[in-house]
């Protein structure tokens, strides 16, 4: 179903902001910027809750795996495209290509969770391999299992926001 926003807005926001204001009306994308603009909509009105979106639009990515709507020049992803590893700025999507990239890396996660299994029980990082290769397969089975739109880990953690202490770089 095409969704439309009414003129005024669509000039103000500008092309990339209008489509995915189109996308959030149509309950294609949602987070916690989604959240935010439809509280400040329904508290301030239309012309603050546009003003919001169109500083946080850029926020909008079409990973190879769902949408993301996270402002990325306030909060750099440290995740690098392992948005179904709890990420709360994650949504699902219909579109083929997505759902077949995912297919693809649940088969080759699968491919090493097996290697990883088959190696000696004392190798060095076994566990830690298991381990990761568990975590992102179960994410990669609940987004497969998200209807199209919305939020695949509603109480995810915002992982924008996370940040690594344990750097050896810190202190130097």
Not at 70 to 81: A, E, G, I
Not at 143 to 166: K, Y
């Amino acid at each position: 179903m095409q969704q439309s926003l009414p003129d005024e807005w669509e000039a103000y926001l500008g092309p990339k902001a209008a489509n995915v204001a189109k996308l959030i009306k149509a309950g294609r994308a949602n987070g916690p910027i989604v959240k935010e603009f439809k509280r400040i909509q329904a508290i301030e009105g239309d012309e603050a809750a546009y003003t919001f979106f169109k500083a946080e639009a850029d926020g909008f990515h079409a990973t190879p795996y769902g949408h993301c709507l996270n402002s990325f020049t306030v909060d750099p992803c440290p995740t690098h495209l392992e948005c179904f590893n709890g990420c709360v700025h994650l949504s699902a999507t219909d579109l083929p290509e997505n759902r077949n990239n995912l297919i693809v890396l649940e088969g080759k996660l699968r491919d090493a969770l097996e290697l990883a299994r088959a190696k000696d029980s004392g190798a060095a990082g076994r566990q830690n391999q298991i381990r990761h290769a568990e975590v992102r397969l179960a994410g990669i089975a609940k987004i497969l299992n998200t209807a199209p739109g919305d939020l695949v880990f509603p109480d995810g953690d915002d992982l924008s926001q996370r940040t690594n202490s344990g750097s050896v770089l810190r202190g130097t």
